[in-house]
C-alpha cells in the first residue's frame, strides 16, 4: 500500500439484497487510493455506482466484501476527519447557519464557545459571512451548498468526499462554486475525492479522473490532469483541455480508454 495514501478501498462491492432472490450488483470490484492533499473526481454513467463507493468511504455502509483504510486503519463506521457533502445540502430548516455548521461539533461534545468559534472560522472560509443567523430559506441554492461544506469542514477532516456536491445548481453558480471550492482546497490542501456528471468540472478541479463502466461500476480509467495550479478559467479555453475533454467523453462513451 502506497504510505502516502490518506483513503485506501481494496476490492471494495456492493450487491443489494432486496429480497430472497432479488440482488442488484451496484458496484464491482474496486480498488483505490487517494494520497494526501491530491483532488480526485469520479465520472461514471447515472447507477453505476458511484454514490455507493462514497458511502463505503465514508464509512456509511458497509460494503459486501474487501476493506476500506484511513490513515492505515479500518473504516467501519463514519468518521469526523472524513468529510460528506452531498448534493442536496440536508441542513435543518429551522436552524440558522451558525447553528446548522455547529450542530455536529455540539453533538459530539464539543464546548459551545468552542463549537461557536470553529463554526464561525470555516463559515469565513466558505465566504457567508454575514449569513451566519440567515435560515436555509433565506439562502440561494449555491450558499446552501457553502453551508453543508462548511458543516464538513467543521471536524477540520483530512479527507473530504462530495457527491455531486454542484449537481443542482444552474451553470454559472457551479462555475463560481468550482472556483471557491478550489480556493478553499488550497488553504490547507485536503485529500478530495468527488462525484460528478460534469466532464468539465472533473478536469478542472482535479490532479485524476477517475472514469466508471456502467453498472456494477468498476474503474476503467485513471487519467492524470497535469496543468498547473492554481487553475484558472483561461485553462478551460486550451487545446490540452480540449484534448483532456475528447479523451474522456471517449471514455465514458465506450466504458474504457
Ligand atoms: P450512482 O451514484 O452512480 O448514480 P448509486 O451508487 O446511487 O449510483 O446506485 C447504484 C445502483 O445501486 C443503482 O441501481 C441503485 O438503484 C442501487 N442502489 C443504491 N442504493 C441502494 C439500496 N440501499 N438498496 C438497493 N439498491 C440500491
Ligand atoms: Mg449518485
Redesign the pocket.
Known sequence: MNPNAVLVAQNVSMT?Y?GPDRH?E??GETSLALDDGEFVSII?P????????LRILGGLVQPSSGEVFFESTPVTAPRPRIGFVFQHPNLMPWRTTIANVELPLILRGTHEKLAREKALAVIDLVGLSGFEQALPRELSGGMQQRVALARALVHEPRALLLDEPFGSLDALTREHMNDELLRIWSVDRKTVLM?THNIEEAIYLSDRVLVMSS?P?YITESLDIHIARPRIRENLYTPEFASLMKRLHHSLATGSA
Open positions: 443489494f432486496d442488484l451496484a458496484l461514471g447515472s447507477g453505476c455506482g458511484k454514490s455507493t463507493l462525484v453498472r461500476g
